[in-house]
């Protein structure tokens, strides 16, 4: 192995993952979620098609609690780079006002979340979907496959995963199944922030610090984004110099204190904690110890 | 901790051994040491270990539950499946691939060495070598590791027996090198106790009589070599970029040897070539890219290239094969059907087998070769297979990107097999002989023996000193011209002196001579449709121009002067033959105590000092075929 920037093995063989997709599937798409991990694969996805355009449209999973400035983020992309935006929203859910306050991580994210996704690929009926997952995020995704097979209900079977040899990928499925293409598999939170660096990547302005109007709810930090926070929790609130380290829905997503208003410095903060990235989010703890084993076996990225 | 240095890369390797040698443990311990857990991840090992656990006393901490993921595998209590771990210290990252010991997960193990460099063998030191540890090494060997660190564990338990470490140490050399004669194999043995921390990050003094580093250090420094680089050119085209009609950019990842803005490439496999015009990386235009780089290149002239194209030097270590030999690892629950067709998917092909022929068995604790009768889920065997189309394919063990397939079942899609490229090309191509052709009245010339051949026939005379570089590069064009289809022939001075000049010695009289006839010989052989390759000091410029002007009538010949120093070849010296013509021993030597005559208008000047013998060979071919498209 020559002594190349170790980022440069990282990004060449996402490269050649996604090239794999657009060679092997009639019906791709790429699964943005706004987050800073979606954010390198896009630019990677850039990166391989470079000079010409991406072949594929975006899809996003709209839970209707998203953080105003993601949605903002997520159509001046797409505006920017001229391509096709799918947003969907589980309409069902909307009705019966499903909502993080009132029914619960749980139960919000499987109905606005998993089952929305499902519904999304069954009606576009795509057979391959990026997503921006990593191995380190979590102990049931480090066994994740890079093309990783889903059946006809778009489920994970952890057991009867195609074994996966060097960089030769398996992209034959049938007609009615579909590929999760994880093309930042062995990517690190840390390598995704150095590479935010190098390349000059935008971001949604919510992972750098700033005062923000924050209240405590369920042990963590959250904004008091807009009039649907409870109007209890809305008295409480404080400002707060905050930054988040993942983006999802505001009143899921918890954020952490901090100083750190750019990149390099939230590498510096980084390379000093001590803590790991999904300790932020709750939804990893419902259930019992396996909550995001359960979820994905369900459909969820 | 300042993780900052930036020209890092990454280390992949795989951990094995069988269930209690301690594999999560030296990886939990690892990383406890070198202080990469984080709070959170203490505080939950914290959590779920038993008894007088504390982030302050790793004996007690339970590190399986850092490694160990899957509900079903806490159950069963053991890793069923390859995970993948991450960490980063300040001179690497580190990826490791964490697999099963169990026996019947031989597949798991195979997937993660087929992604890693490096080994690491577990042996419990109560135990020593048993038949697990022949078989991880063997498995790990085949799918192209060559090194293995061989981390002897629970030494604590033996009180770090010195004499008990060279015995398993000595078992283990033993063994590998009766059954495996690779000098490129690299070994390290440490005596380790990871539940106590000895020999992992920090050195123990409970060992005195190991020299070496401790485990982490190992991981850090060590060099894994790869020959990519001295490779010809090969990339396999994965994107054709048109943004607008004006730019045609074929995009890929060099998978071997590098590339130069004007070189000359061919189209592997077809008859077409043409020549670099740009070579971009990111949006930035390049002079020249390497092995490894992804790049986007232009070509200067319009030509039918698509995805699944490769693009090569002229002088290329690829085979156009559809018949190789390989060895496989069955991976499917149905057993192999020999009479089946199976989709082959190589790095940037797809095709179909016509043929399985299966040849032997490998007994995978012992590594002997046994008779074939059925091939299983985890057995590992030798195959020829014939495929439907000529695809562009290397040995395993010069290039694995190159030299590695997939098989997959047409009907359920699973991946049931991996393969190594053993010998990538046992194809026996004959000219097709048509049946209807009368010999008798036939007129056959020069003409139509140079068309069957598809080549202009020609005579390639080099010259220069001894030590030039005649016989290395004349070799070398030789097999790139056969790899090229060309039919070629050396002439020298073992297949010369030997016979058809076997009466004459060295006087000046008998030297002239000898290359008059080598001349003729030259003539008649370029008359019989082939390409010929002369590699003689032929120091006599009234004898090379008589060979060129009056036997080749200036046709058909091409003068090349390998245009070399007197000192550069003395230090060269590769025969010793400038040792004994200073000394003495040898009279009327070129160089030292006769004259060599540089030619005034060759038709290729090479400084072999400046270039190296494949760019040398390049240059040639170049010259040689350029009306030979």
């Given at each position: 192995m020559s002594i190349r920037n170790y980022l440069k093995q990282l990004e060449t063989v996402s490269i050649e993952i996604i090239w794999e997709v657009y060679k092997n599937f009639k019906n791709p798409v790429i699964l943005y979620s706004i987050g800073k991990d979606s954010s390198v694969m896009f630019h990677l996805i850039k990166k391989a098609f470079a000079p010409a355009k991406i072949p594929f449209p975006l899809a996003h999973v709209d839970t209707l609690w998203k953080f105003k400035e993601m949605i903002k983020f997520r159509d001046n992309l797409a505006k920017k780079e001229d391509l096709k935006l799918i947003v969907h929203t589980n309409l069902e859910g909307k009705e019966l006002n499903i909502n993080p306050f009132d029914h619960g991580s749980e139960k919000h994210t499987d109905i606005m979340k998993t089952v929305a996704l499902k519904q999304l690929l069954n009606k576009y009926k795509f057979d391959a979907v990026f997503g921006g997952a990593r191995r380190d995020e979590e102990k049931s995704r480090a066994k994740e496959r890079i093309f990783s097979a889903r059946d006809e209900n778009h489920k994970w079977d952890p057991k009867n995963q195609r074994p996966e040899f060097w960089n030769i990928y398996n992209t034959k499925i049938n007609d009615n199944q579909s590929v999760r293409v994880f093309p930042l598999s062995n990517w690190t939170e840390m390598d995704i922030w150095r590479y935010i660096d190098q390349e000059n990547i935008d971001l949604v302005p919510l992972y750098f610090a700033a005062k923000r109007k924050v209240v405590n709810f369920n042990n963590s930090i959250i904004l008091t984004?807009?009039?649907?926070?409870?109007k209890t929790l809305r008295k409480k609130s404080f400002i707060e110099e905050v930054r988040f380290r993942t983006l999802g829905c505001y009143p899921l997503t918890g954020g952490v204190k901090s100083k750190a208003k750019n990149v390099k410095e939230i590498i510096a903060e980084l390379e000093q904690s001590n803590e790991s990235e999904r300790q932020g989010r709750l939804i990893d703890l419902d259930g019992s110890g396996y909550g995001m084993e359960i979820k994905k076996k369900e459909g969820y990225f | 901790m300042s993780k900052k240095k930036q020209n890092k890369d990454i280390l992949k390797f795989i951990t094995c051994g069988s269930v209690d040698d301690g594999k999560s443990t030296l990886v939990g311990r690892m990383l406890y040491d070198a202080d990469l857990l984080t709070k959170d991840q203490l505080e939950t090992l914290v959590q779920v270990s038993k008894n007088s656990a504390s982030i302050n006393n790793p004996e007690k901490l339970d590190f399986s539950l850092l490694t160990d993921g899957l509900q079903a595998e806490h159950e069963q209590g053991i890793t069923i499946d390859v995970s993948y771990r991450f960490f980063e210290t300040l001179k690497r990252k580190f990826i490791i691939a964490d697999c099963p010991g169990h026996i019947q997960y031989t597949r798991n193990m195979a997937t993660a060495a087929s992604n890693t460099e490096v080994a690491i063998i577990l042996i419990n030191a109560k135990n020593g070598l048993i038949a697990q540890t022949k078989r991880h090494f063997f498995i790990n060997y085949l799918f192209g590791i060559k090194d293995f660190i061989v981390v002897i564990n629970k030494m604590d338990l033996v009180d770090f027996d010195e004499k008990k470490f060279i015995r398993i140490q000595n078992d283990f050399l033993e063994f590998s090198k009766k059954k495996i004669k690779d000098k490129k194999l690299n070994f390290y043995f440490i005596p380790i106790s990871a539940i106590k921390g000895n020999n992992i990050v920090n050195k123990s003094d409970k060992a005195p009589y190991y020299k070496g580093k401790a485990l982490l250090n190992i991981l850090e420094d060590m060099k894994i070599k790869s020959d990519k680089m001295e490779q010809s050119f090969a990339i396999g085209i994965k994107y054709v970029a048109r943004p607008n009609s004006n730019f045609r950019g074929f995009k890929g990842k060099i998978s071997s040897g590098k590339v130069e803005v004007n070189q000359k490439i061919r189209i592997f496999g077809k008859r077409t070539s043409s020549e670099i015009k740009e070579i971009f990386i990111d949006d930035k235009k390049v002079k020249s890219a390497s092995s490894g780089d992804i790049v986007c290149l232009t070509l200067k002239d319009e030509v039918d290239i698509s995805s699944g194209d490769f693009l090569t030097s002229f002088?290329?270590?690829l085979s156009n094969s559809n018949k190789f030999n390989a060895d496989l690892i069955w991976l499917d629950h149905d057993e192999l059907k020999k009479n089946k067709d199976y989709l082959v998917k190589f790095y940037n092909n797809e095709v179909s087998t016509t043929k399985i022929d299966p040849k032997f068995i490998y007994n995978i604790n012992n590594l002997s070769k046994e008779k074939f009768n059925n091939f299983k889920l985890n057995t590992i065997g030798n195959f020829d297979i014939e495929i439907n189309n000529k695809i562009p394919i290397t040995n395993y063990d010069k290039n694995k990107e190159l030299g590695s397939f997939i098989l997959i079942d047409k009907i359920s899609n699973f991946t049931v097999a991996a393969g190594m490229v053993k010998y990538s090309n046992l194809s026996t191509d004959s000219l097709p002989v048509s049946k209807n052709i009368s010999y008798s009245n036939i007129d056959v010339t020069n003409f139509d023996r140079a068309k069957i051949k598809k080549q202009k026939p020609c005579c390639i005379w080099l010259t220069g000193l001894s030590g030039s570089g005649k016989s290395t590069i004349a070799n070398m064009l030789d097999k790139a011209l056969y790899q090229l289809g060309k039919h070629s022939f050396i002439l020298d001075g073992d297949n010369v002196r030997h016979g058809i000049n076997s009466d004459l010695g060295f006087s000046r009289e008998d030297r002239h001579e000898n290359i008059r006839r080598i001349g003729y010989t030259c003539k008649l052989m370029t008359d019989a449709g082939l390409i010929v390759i002369s590699a003689f000091i032929s120091p006599d410029r009234e004898i090379r121009d008589f060979i060129k002007n009056k036997i080749f009538k200036n046709k058909n010949f091409v003068e090349v002067y390998l245009n070399t120093d007197i000192e550069t070849c003395k230090k060269r010296d590769p025969k010793n033959l400038y040792k004994k013509a200073l000394a003495g021993k040898i009279k009327n030597f070129t160089g030292i105590d006769a004259p060599y005559d540089s030619p005034e208008n060759p038709e290729i000047i090479l400084d072999t000092e400046k270039y190296s013998a494949k760019e040398c060979v390049e240059k040639i071919l170049d010259v040689v075929l350029k009306n030979d498209k």
């Open positions: 984004e807009d009039k649907r926070t409870p | 002088l290329s270590n």
